[in-house]
C-alpha cells in the first residue's frame, strides 16, 4: 500500500516550490487560517474514504 503524503498550508507562495515537493494534487492551500478546523475535517473525510 505505501505512504502518500499530503500537504496542508497557509503559506500563500506554496504554489511555487508544493508541487515539486509534494505533486500537483497533493496539497492545498488553505487561504484563512480560522478555515483550518473546517477544512480539515472535510479533507480527514475525503482521504479516508
Not at 509534494?22 to 480527514?44: D, M, N, Q
Request: charged letters at 20%; proline letters at 8%; a positive charge.
Amino acid at each position: 500500500m505505501g505512504l502518500r503524503p499530503f500537504c496542508v498550508t497557509v503559506d500563500q507562495s506554496a504554489e511555487d516550490y508544493l508541487p515539486h515537493i509534494f505533486g500537483k494534487h497533493s496539497f492545498i492551500i488553505v487561504k484563512r487560517p480560522a478555515e483550518l478546523p473546517r477544512r480539515l475535517a472535510l479533507l480527514y473525510a475525503q482521504l479516508t474514504r
